[in-house]
């Protein structure tokens, strides 16, 4: 008797980290529909079924087939390997979402003809539930497929829908590495300047953290806020001046400009 076929709500090529930080998200929103991980390393597979409970299978063929969404998630440089041994199977999934920074819509129709394809680039903080996804719709998918992208993305924080060729600079600018950078930096100087580490990690931690939820959920604009921590002859604007002489506005560009460089060799590949 012939085995039945499931349907298989999300299923992920790649058990890497965005794949645990996605599937931690789901759980944590209350999705308890199935999710299938395919990754040849059994090791992260026994993770993450500890840490979420999703299944995970080591053969391609069958994690294909009982997708209803196939989440491509492995490092732009395994793109085209991995479409390449999906498109061996006979099998083409009809909804696909990729989440590799800088691979365009056209290499992936290229490299997978017949899928629908979508882009999104979730944050780690989907972690928690409270990330933020980029998400970019090839035209040739319809609305239902739409809605299904973003009732999942949805789950673990804000979406935002924006033009293809908004994506590297958006991949650039949203990583939550910038807050966790800049703390280390200010703590790393505060604890040069005089305080002791732990002291050193609070100030940073609510200059940055506690300052940006404030401006979140008071409605004031930045430009009110600043002029509210900032008064003339005060200590706040003596050091914003000084960072703004060195060179911070220079810094802040070189760096999203060399991860927006980043972003277009991958889609080089």
């Not at 539930?129 to 299904?148: E, I």
């Not at 560009?253 to 080089?268: C, M, P, V």
Request: net charge positive.
């Amino acid at each position: 008797m012939a085995k039945e076929r499931r349907n298989i709500a999300v299923v992920f090529l790649g058990g890497g980290r965005i794949t645990s930080a996605l599937c931690a998200g789901l759980r944590l929103a209350g999705d308890r529909r199935e999710i299938l991980v395919y990754d040849r390393n059994p090791e992260k597979g026994r993770e993450l079924r500890r840490a979420s409970g999703v299944e995970t299978v080591r053969d391609l063929k069958s994690a294909v087939e009982q997708a209803s969404m196939i989440v491509l998630a492995v490092r732009p440089a395994s793109v085209a390997d991995m479409l390449s041994e999906v498109r061996t199977l006979g099998v083409v999934p009809k909804l696909c979402v990729s989440l590799a920074a800088g691979v365009p819509l056209r290499n992936l129709r290229a490299a997978l003809p017949g899928a629908r394809w979508v882009r999104a680039m979730p944050s780690p903080v989907c972690r928690i539930a409270r990330g933020l996804t980029s998400v970019c719709f090839d035209r040739y998918v319809g609305k239902s497929d739409r809605a299904r992208v973003r009732d999942c993305f949805g789950q673990v924080g804000q979406i935002v829908e924006i033009p293809e060729r908004q994506f590297d600079a958006f991949t650039a600018a949203f990583s939550s590495s910038h807050g966790y950078h800049a703390v280390r930096t200010l703590a790393e100087q505060a604890r040069r300047a005089g305080l002791d580490r732990a002291t050193a990690l609070s100030a940073a931690a609510h200059a940055l953290g506690d300052g940006i939820q404030y401006w979140r959920e008071s409605g004031a604009s930045l430009e009110e806020l600043l002029r509210e921590a900032a008064t003339p002859g005060g200590t706040a604007a003596a050091t914003m001046a000084a960072m703004d002489r060195a060179g911070y506005a220079r810094v802040v560009a070189k760096g999203l400009a060399a991860g927006i460089g980043q972003a277009r060799r991958n889609a080089r590949r």
